[in-house]
């Protein structure tokens, strides 16, 4: 029947096995031992059990990495290049274990870790903010996008990426799991399933949806992660509330938008007054701005320095007035306290301190 006869005082076959099962395993290299060693958990009918094992594994080591990544590797997705030298990594290295194109691999990686890297980092904005609200339309399409052409390079449809990536952002991992950080890896591997089955489900092939929503979790899911626990931190520390930590964000955010506005006015009129009169003419020509209907005949290099300054603050001034009023709102919503709440929050919060900074540097 050719089998081998074990013997269990030793320990050991006392036949030599004709198979190496795993020639990168040093283990499968003891023809007396069976099974790696380990005969009563596992059989080997054919010899070959590890190598089909193995077989099955290759096509998800990049979802693997990006597991591993996301535990061990915390730097590697915080800016676009970080990300893409990681991806192109990962996706190098998948190549050449299941004999594909390494550099194309390398390609692929560097594309998705660097797209979903930057999604993450601008599709950052509050709830109700808009097209760039974190979690919202614009984000879950620019998802979509993302893994619609990740799916393209790699050999499937843009369809299947699309659906995938777009569904699983739309499933939001990072509310399911939770965001602490010791739940990184399972975040990935939960977001690498969902992805993967839905694409399955589509039409497409399980491995790049598993993938491509690693990728998209470990780049861009965990860059939320982090920033929401850093909040709940924050709001712990201060005992805020959620509202009142809105309004902290919300005045920052405004303060942030008057400062860059403030110092678009001034080095736009600083670059005025490098101008000479025919090229302050023809600025004003093309801004649809008639210098002799305004100031006549005697027009001067002042007279059309302040036109212009005055013609761009008036182009930016509802935008201006705008992060004024939630500025304002958003202060007093931090900064009011009543009477019954007023023995609970003293001394005040370092965060009142910090939104009363801001207040005067903007002021």
């Not at 290295?93 to 797209?115: D, P, Q």
């Not at 850093?230 to 964000?249: D, N, T, V, W, Y």
């Not at 930016?316 to 023995?343: C, D, G, W």
Request: overall charge positive.
């Amino acid at each position: 029947m050719n089998g081998r006869i074990y013997d269990p005082t030793l320990g050991r076959f006392l036949q030599a096995d004709p198979h190496i099962q795993a020639p990168e395993n040093s283990q499968s290299y003891n023809r007396y031992a069976y099974v790696l060693n380990n005969p009563l958990s596992y059989t080997d009918p054919s010899g070959y059990f590890f190598s089909k094992l193995w077989k099955k594994i290759k096509p998800f080591i990049g979802a693997i990495a990006a597991v591993v990544v996301s535990i061990y590797c915390q730097v590697c997705g915080a800016t676009m290049w970080n990300a893409a030298m990681t991806g192109a990594a990962i996706g190098a290295g998948s190549a050449a274990i299941n004999g594909g194109n390494i550099l194309k691999g390398a390609l692929i990686g560097a594309f998705s870790g660097a797209a979903f890297q930057q999604i993450g980092a601008n599709f950052n904005g509050a709830e109700g903010s808009g097209f760039f609200a974190e979690g919202g339309l614009g984000h879950i399409a620019a998802h979509g996008i993302a893994g619609g052409v990740t799916s393209v390079l790699q050999g499937g449809k843009f369809g299947h990426g699309f659906l995938s990536a777009g569904l699983t952002k739309a499933l939001n991992v990072n509310n399911l799991i939770g965001t602490a950080a010791k739940h990184g890896g399972l975040r990935v591997a939960v977001a690498a399933v969902v992805g993967g089955t839905i694409s399955k489900v589509t039409g497409g092939k399980f491995a790049n949806g598993a993938i491509t929503a690693a990728f998209a979790q470990a780049f861009n899911g965990e860059r939320a992660a982090k920033v929401a626990e850093a909040k709940k931190m924050f709001m712990a520390e201060h005992h805020l509330s959620k509202e009142r930590m809105a309004a902290i964000l919300t005045l920052i955010e405004s303060g942030v938008s008057l400062k860059s506005g403030a110092d678009s006015q001034n080095s736009y009129d600083a670059m005025l007054a490098t101008l000479d009169r025919s090229q302050l003419i023809a600025l004003g020509h093309a801004l649809k701005n008639n210098f002799r209907s305004q100031f006549g005949k005697s027009f001067n290099n002042e007279n059309m320095v302040q036109a212009l300054s005055t013609q761009y603050r008036d182009t930016h001034f509802m935008q201006n007035l705008h992060n004024t009023a939630n500025l304002v709102q958003s202060a007093m919503e931090i900064l009011y306290v009543s009477p019954a709440k007023r023995a609970v929050l003293k001394p005040l919060p370092k965060a009142v301190k910090t939104a009363e900074s801001i207040l005067g540097k903007i002021n």
